[in-house]
């Protein structure tokens, strides 16, 4: 059936709206915490505000991906919208740091559902010709609301309330609800009763947490030999093979194995793993380098990720247009190359590098940046059918972000480590620090490169459509 293109539109627009209340909330939180912390006390918890999210999202985000298989996108995508609102809700209504922290975790629970369902209907309604277009303009709104959250953060805060971060979210939300309400459609031929794969919920469920949790005591601690420490990472990894164990004798396993038999999914979701520990790993320090070595002001080194971010945007875009005439390996190599090159020269700075040699190096690290993302996330999609779309883009959404949390948590432990080491902290020192985080960052953004290859010739190219499950009515 021809869509329409009233309903769309409305779709799309729904989807936009959804993608970014998870882009915003990402960065947001951060510029408002130190009002909230004098609001509300408990400064020794500020970490958690950020770490809980980050462990609901992240765990649930394969879950959601299944789920929207078993019992259809439009479902899946608007529960976990609710839950998000909800956790939206009682956080700009928390008394206490505590309370904020349990509200984050459900709002983190809803997280998880959105980007990897939002790419999951745009692979379903769009077909393949124009499904990297809509990859791209998505990958761009997401980098627009990246750049400009933070400086919303500082607004609704310094003329308002610091619960206004989390309101926000409300009018935004239903607007989304209504409109997916009403533009989404899904004709799902009604089979036997799914069964949902409890074990292998549980034990993945488990297997992260541990896992994360390790990562977030360990980079505040900086001890990661004591025995609660190791018994966690022990049982995180005793959970997670005895997942692998159990999705292959599961009727619907949570993660099929299968997929990992595919190419672009396999080796995609082992560059998106390494590209997002070296990225966000590394770019996360940025910040800090030029108001510690360069000596810019707090308030402009607020902005000077800016240049990195438009650039993006810029390659985000035309992502789309390179994706329907080269191949997902040639679109995949140009740009990890980039972010390579851009790296290494971060790596290269000193106490007299200019700002504006940072925002040249930066403007080269985001050119490569911008395309890989959404083509990691198209490839992964238009490689399976419908019954295996939902869990395909999932994994790969739950590879970055599982690659992001470790990289921010290893680099930033290196650091901590490092300096220690010296005391008193002078800007050689921290220069020399920062220089080599950019370079590990480099080493992991090359690993990614070496699994772009494996990609092979596959690329999005015309082909016959196939009747979709999911239509716009």
């Known amino acids: 059936m021809t869509a329409k293109p009233l309903k769309v539109g409305l779709v799309t627009t729904g989807l936009l709206m959804g993608l970014i209340l ?29 770490a809980i999210y980050m462990l609901a999202s992240t765990t649930t985000m394969p879950i959601y991906g299944k789920l929207a298989d078993l019992f259809g996108r439009r479902r899946m995508y608007l529960v976990g919208l609710v839950m998000f609102l909800i956790g939206s809700l009682l956080c700009g209504f928390a008394g206490s740091m505590m309370e904020l922290i349990v509200y984050r975790g459900i709002q ?18 769009f077909p393949p010709e124009r499904r990297g277009k809509f ?99 022990v049982g995180g990894v005793v959970l997670m093979a005895l997942f692998i164990w159990i999705e292959t004798k599961a009727k619907e396993p949570i993660i099929p194995l299968k997929l990992f038999q595919l190419r672009t999914i396999a ?73 390579v090159v851009g790296f290494i020269l971060l790596g290269q700075m000193g106490v007299e590098t200019t700002k504006t040699e940072i925002i040249l190096y930066m403007v080269i690290t985001g050119l490569g940046m911008g395309a890989v993302y959404p083509t990691i996330g198209t490839a992964a999609g238009d490689a399976v059918d419908w019954q295996l779309r939902g869990a395909a883009t999932s994994s790969s959404q739950f590879f970055r972000s599982l690659g992001g949390t470790i990289g921010v948590s290893v680099l930033g432990s290196f650091l901590t480590e490092e300096m220690t080491w010296h005391t008193s902290v002078d800007k050689a020192a921290l220069s020399g620090t920062l220089d ?25 190219v015309q082909r016959k459509v196939v009747k979709e499950n999911v239509k716009i009515s």
């Open 135 to 233: 990859m791209g303009l998505f990958g761009t709104v997401f980098a627009i609301s990246s750049i400009f959250g933070p400086t919303l953060g500082g607004i609704l805060v310094d003329y308002g309330h610091w619960s206004s971060i989390f309101l926000i979210n409300l009018p935004i939300g239903i607007g989304a609800l209504i409109v997916l309400t009403l533009g989404l459609r899904e004709n799902r031929k009604q089979a036997d009763k799914r069964s949902i794969d409890w074990l292998g919920v549980i034990t993945l469920s488990g297997a992260i947490i541990s896992i994360l949790l390790v990562l977030e005591i360990g980079r505040r601690s900086q001890i990661w030999n004591d025995a609660p420490t190791i018994g966690l990472f």
């Open 108 to 125: 983190g629970l809803g997280a998880g559902a959105l980007m990897p369902i939002t790419f999951t209907i745009v692979a379903d309604i």
């Open 267 to 339: 080796y995609g979701n082992i560059a998106g793993f390494f590209v997002s520990a070296g990225m966000l790993g590394a770019i996360a320090y940025i910040p800090l380098y030029v108001q510690e070595i360069i000596g810019v002001s707090p308030s402009i080194a607020g902005y000077i990720l800016t240049p990195l971010m438009l650039s993006t945007v810029v390659t985000s875009t035309l992502s789309g247009w390179l994706m329907n005439r080269l191949s997902y390996r040639a679109i995949l190599m140009c740009s990890l190359m980039l972010m």
């Open 22 to 50: 998870s882009s915003l909330d990402q960065t947001i939180v951060s510029t408002a915490m130190p009002t909230i912390v004098k609001g509300l006390g408990s400064g020794n918890l500020y970490s958690w505000v950020f």
């Open 436 to 460: 080599q985080i950019f370079i590990y960052g480099a080493v992991f953004v090359g690993i990614s490169l070496l699994a772009s290859i494996g990609f092979g010739n596959a690329r999005l």
